[in-house]
């Protein structure tokens, strides 16, 4: 199981070695993930320290903000993550409709930077990353690899993104920043849905003893880290919401999956709250709901293949969003035109027309995919649909530009604005849906096997096991064991001491 990061024992004492001289040098403090589960266990000296660090800048304490409780400065804490809850006015559904924001995550105002963190730092503990050999490889369609090269960098390690070159220009714009050096932005062909290509890549790069690939659709590291970090932000939100209302209930869990390590956070709450799971993909590229493929708009989602860190077995719903609609949400929302309809028209209150900002296009899909889920469902005023809002608008101002060109001849008017809220928005209906029988999570599941065991070479025992439940619970255990690791590692390089109150 090596390459899929399930090591909880040293592997190669020398490199160990080596990377606590390392980190002993640069004096880096590692943070376990319990403290990014619940924040407020951070020593105090740490965080008094942080108080003064920009949330964007490649600091290395910015580690101890790659959380969901930074507050909507992002500088200090919140007791609860920040969250938009969308108003029946806006979704049209009775259920409240509650997504956690992402863009709060400092460094690359998106959620990846936790999943980044939690592939490399299992390996840096087990004596599997050497920082002064190695180099990390990212690869994605956006996020994770931005995620990648931020962590990489302030860990003192070498990191390189691999990413397709028709994504956001704003991707591109951030890691021009963040790379030490420009061969570090290694551009593959296509655009969202060619993780084919990025794979091709990543397998000639990993020829290279000295690349190290963090594929985070097989990399446990990025199921456990949402499981427990995202999970229990999630729970928090939810009993948070339920003081005001005691008898609501957590009726649905909604992701788009990229990776599938957002999704983990519902594993987490259904076997709290019974919560049901609902994983959504662009309806331009159908793999989970008709094994279907194609191109799409949705950054950061549906990569024509199941992830192998995908408990499909424990899914309930398959849900698949147009990308029109997306892209199309994206220029109401974040236009003049667009706000002014939405508070005249639709007598929406002018705060949460602005906070809608905190939604990019996979926030969007998100959102859709939660009032799709709540009127198949019927759920009332009791019920609560949680989901993410991965990242925000910001990332996508050039996307905007070019629907306002090809949907509406350059012009987003007031017309425009009604004929999107109808079309995208008040139609939402059913279409599209899938609640997962036993044949149609087999169906998916089964369809795994051709990437994981065929392509990319899992043993077969490796990629059955994933059909039980036992297995994915099982996987808990490697929290608290890569903790105590963390711990011991902090302790060598002496950083432990060195932030001792
Ligand atoms: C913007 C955006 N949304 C959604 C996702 C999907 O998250 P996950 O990979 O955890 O499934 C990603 C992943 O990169 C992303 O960048």
């Not at 490649?58 to 409780?69: A, C, I, M």
């Not at 062909?189 to 690939?213: F, H, M, Q, W």
């Not at 926030?363 to 198949?376: E, G, P, Q, V, W």
Request: some cysteine.
């Amino acid at each position: 199981m090596a390459r899929l990061g399930l090591e909880r024992t040293v592997v190669d004492t020398a490199v160990y070695e080596r990377t606590v001289a390392r980190f002993r040098e640069t004096g880096v403090l590692l943070p376990t993930i319990g403290q990014l589960k619940d924040p407020s266990t951070i020593p105090a000296v740490i965080r008094e320290k942080l108080a003064s660090v920009d949330p964007d800048s490649p600091h290395p304490l910015n580690l101890f903000r790659v959380h969901w409780f930074n507050d909507a400065a992002r500088s200090g804490l919140s007791d609860v993550p920040g969250y938009l809850e969308l108003p029946s006015a806006l979704t049209g559904v009775k259920a409240r409709i509650v997504l956690a924001l992402g863009n709060r995550f400092p460094m690359i105002n998106a959620h990846k930077v936790l999943p980044a963190y939690g592939c490399l730092v299992p390996r840096l503990v087990t004596g599997q990353f050497d920082p002064v050999r190695h180099r990390a490889v990212w690869p994605s369609t956006g996020n994770y690899c931005r995620g990648g090269v931020a962590i990489s960098r302030i860990l003192g390690c070498h990191g390189t993104a691999v990413l397709p070159e028709n994504m956001s220009r704003e991707r591109f714009d951030w890691l021009d920043k963040w790379v030490l050096d420009p061969a570090d932005i290694v551009r593959t062909p296509g655009s969202e849905s060619n993780v084919k290509e990025i794979y091709d890549t990543c397998a000639a790069l990993d020829r290279d003893p000295d690349n190290i690939i963090f594929n985070q659709f097989c990399e446990f590291g990025n199921y456990l880290i949402h499981r427990y970090c995202t999970g229990a932000a999630l729970e928090t939100v939810y009993q948070a919401l339920k003081k005001s209302r005691p008898g609501a209930r957590l009726a649905a869990f909604v992701s788009a999956s990229g990776s599938g390590g957002t999704l983990a956070a519902g594993d987490h709450l259904k076997q709290k709250f019974g919560t049901r799971i609902v994983a959504v993909e662009a309806a331009e590229c159908p793999t989970l709901l008709e094994n279907g493929f194609g191109e799409h708009n949705i950054q950061g989602i549906g990569d024509k293949h199941v992830p192998f860190i995908h408990n499909v077995m424990n899914t309930d719903m398959v849900a698949a969003i147009s990308d029109r609609y997306t892209d199309r949400l994206l220029v109401l929302f974040n236009t003049e035109v667009g706000r002014r309809y939405l508070v005249e028209r639709q007598g929406l209150a002018v705060e949460l027309v602005a906070a809608l900002a905190n939604m990019g296009l996979s926030s969007l899909c998100n959102m859709l995919a939660a009032i799709k889920t709540a009127r198949y469902y019927d759920l009332g005023a009791e019920d609560i649909v949680l989901s993410v809002a991965t990242d925000g608008a910001a990332m996508y101002g050039s996307q905007l530009d070019k629907t306002i060109k090809r949907d509406f001849a350059a012009n987003f008017d007031a017309v425009a604005a009604g004929e999107t809220w109808g079309m995208a928005l008040a139609a939402t209906t059913t279409d599209n849906l899938l609640e997962m029988s036993m044949v149609d999570r087999k169906r998916v599941f089964n369809l795994g096997y051709f990437t994981w065991v065929e392509q990319q070479g899992v043993s077969l025992p490796e990629f059955m096991a994933r059909s039980s439940q036992s297995f994915w619970d099982g996987l808990e255990e490697m929290v608290p064991a890569w903790d105590r690791m963390i711990g011991e590692f902090n302790e060598k390089s002496g950083a432990a001491a060195a932030f001792a109150a």
